[in-house]
Structure formats: C-alpha cells, structure tokens
C-alpha cells in the first residue's frame, strides 16, 4: 500500500490532466474540499457581517480591512510591469507574479466587501464599488478564457501548431478504436468533419462553438457505447478475461477523449484567442479606472 501512495520527484500537485498517482488523486481532492470549507466560512462570515452590527466601514477594523483590500488591489498594477518591462525578469517567472496577481485579485475585492459591510453608502463609495466588482468579474471572465489558451492552470500559451499537434498524435492512438469499432469510428469521423469544417454565416460558427462541448460528449458517450459492444464481442473471440477487457475498455475511453478534446481545441482556438485579446482591451482600462475611483473614495473620506 505504501508503494502505491509514493508521490514520487513531484513539486507540484496539478489540478487538471489525469493524476499520477494515488496520492496526487488524494491530494487533489483534499485540496478541493479545502477550497469548498473556506468558501463556506467565508459565506458565514459575510452573513454575520451583513445582518449583525459587528463593526462599521468607518470603524478601526473596518477602515483596516479596506486598507488592507485597496493595497491588495493598487498591487495589481505591479503585475502589467512585469509584463511590459524585460528589466524585472530578475524578480521570478511570470508563472508566480501570475499567481500573485490571481490570489490579489480575489482577496482584495473580498477584504472590500467585508470593509463596506455590504451595505452602500456615499455616491464615490458606490462608485468605487461598482468598479472593483467590475473588474473582479472581468477577471474571472478572464481566468476562464485563459484556461483555453494555455497549457495547465498558470502554463505558457499555446500555439496553433501545438493545437494541431496534439490533434494528430491523439488521431494516431485512436487508431486501434477505429480498427476495434468501425461505427464509432464513423461516429468520431463525421464529429471531426462538423467540427473543423469552413462555415460562412457567422451565427452558425457562433452555434457550433457555444455548442460543441455539449455535442463532443454526446458522441464520446454514444462512441464509448459502441466500444463497449465490440470488446464484449472481443472478449467472447479472444477469451479475455474480466481484467483485460476492462483494460481494453479503460484504454478506448481514453483515446476517444483526448481525440474529441484536440478537435474540439482545433476548432474553437482562434475564437479563444480573439476573446483574450478582446477582454484585454477591456479589463485593463476597467483596473485603471478602479484605482482612481478608490484614490478618490480614501481622499474623500479623509477630508469629509
């Protein structure tokens, strides 16, 4: 038992792809119901804030908590930095300061929230809130889109090429489920052909990305279903035992997924892209706007 908890050389527990092991499996979950514990608490704790009378927005905690969040958040700026000035390369990898930045953009908005007691008060507190919601929303919208254009949860970006790459090699493993199975084939082939295929009216490329999801797992179950008859009848031929059809089956899930997943990648990349660049354009100039909205939200109610 103790061999198959080894972590092995890992130093880090990834949160997306398949687990290499028992361990990492544990380790995701226990993070994940970490996650969900502090997500409650916090919920809790906002809800005692929100109807209690535990302290105001003007009071030394409260005035602590939006000092701390507007710190938080004016530090966000130090990330575009980063990004723009080769000169702070010296400072760590743009994986980290990308961490920092998530972890600032979703404390600072929160320690806010709790600062105002969740109730609005001045024009220029209203003001300064509706900016920071703003663009904490936008940065979740963000965080999706980026996910889609990257490798792993803070990876480099991918390229067309890579796309397309993956898409081959996944094409080439799931070779032997079309050699088992020539209906999924069919099933898999005419996915790929709907899926990457020129189309001129711009609302029917709009319904195959928002759809395709949806339409790939359809075919992943009704592919997986097929497989799973002709193993059946491999089995009853070939004498497999219990385990080794199992195998057989565990493998062809697999193939399927990742070949439905690098078509999917395929065709839906360049509008991946063109959302990033889009969302660009608009959350920065939301981040600028939120830090003047709370220099003067501080310098008003410093004077008044």
């Known amino acids: 038992m103790s061999e198959a908890l080894e972590l092995g050389p890992l130093t880090e527990i990834r949160l997306d792809g398949k687990a290499n092991s028992r361990l990492e499996l544990v380790l995701r979950s226990a993070w994940r119901i970490g996650l969900g514990v502090l997500l409650i608490l916090v919920l809790f704790m906002a809800w005692l804030v929100?109807?209690?009378?535990?302290?105001?927005?003007?009071?030394?905690?409260?005035?602590?908590?939006?000092?701390?969040?507007?710190?938080?958040?004016?530090?966000?700026?130090?990330?575009?930095?980063?990004?723009?000035?080769?000169?702070?390369?010296?400072?760590?990898a743009m994986l980290h300061w990308f961490r920092f930045h998530m972890v600032l953009g979703i404390g600072g908005p929160v320690l806010v929230i709790f600062h105002s007691t969740f109730k609005i008060g001045s024009m220029n507190a209203r003001v300064a809130l509706y900016c920071m919601l703003a663009v904490a929303i936008s940065g979740i919208i963000g965080r999706f889109i980026y996910r889609h254009i990257h490798r792993g949860l803070y990876g480099r970006q991918l390229s067309l090429s890579e796309i397309e790459g993956d898409l081959m090699a996944a094409t080439q493993d799931v070779n032997s489920v079309f050699s088992m199975a020539p209906e999924a084939r069919d099933?898999?082939?005419?996915?790929?052909?709907?899926?990457?295929?020129?189309?001129?009216?711009?609302?029917?490329?709009?319904?195959?990305?928002?759809?395709?999801?949806?339409?790939?797992?359809?075919?992943?179950?009704?592919?997986r279903s097929l497989v799973k008859r002709a193993i059946k009848r491999a089995s009853k031929e070939e004498r497999w035992g219990r385990v080794e059809a199992h195998l057989h089956y565990d493998l062809a899930k697999e193939q399927i997924a990742n070949f439905l997943s690098a078509v999917c990648m395929t065709s839906q990349f360049a509008t991946w892209?063109?959302?990033?660049?889009?969302?660009?354009?608009?959350h920065v100039p939301f981040l600028y706007l939120l830090v003047i909205t709370s220099v003067v939200h501080v310098f008003a109610v410093h004077m008044y």
């Open 273 to 282: 892209e063109r959302m990033f660049s889009l969302w660009h354009v608009i």
């Open 50 to 92: 929100a109807v209690g009378d535990l302290y105001t927005a003007g009071s030394d905690l409260g005035y602590n908590l939006g000092l701390a969040g507007g710190i938080m958040m004016l530090t966000l700026l130090v990330y575009p930095l980063r990004k723009r000035y080769r000169f702070l390369d010296r400072f760590g």
């Open 187 to 223: 099933r898999l082939v005419a996915f790929q052909s709907y899926a990457t295929q020129p189309m001129n009216s711009v609302g029917a490329r709009f319904w195959r990305f928002v759809s395709l999801g949806s339409r790939s797992r359809r075919v992943a179950r009704e592919a």
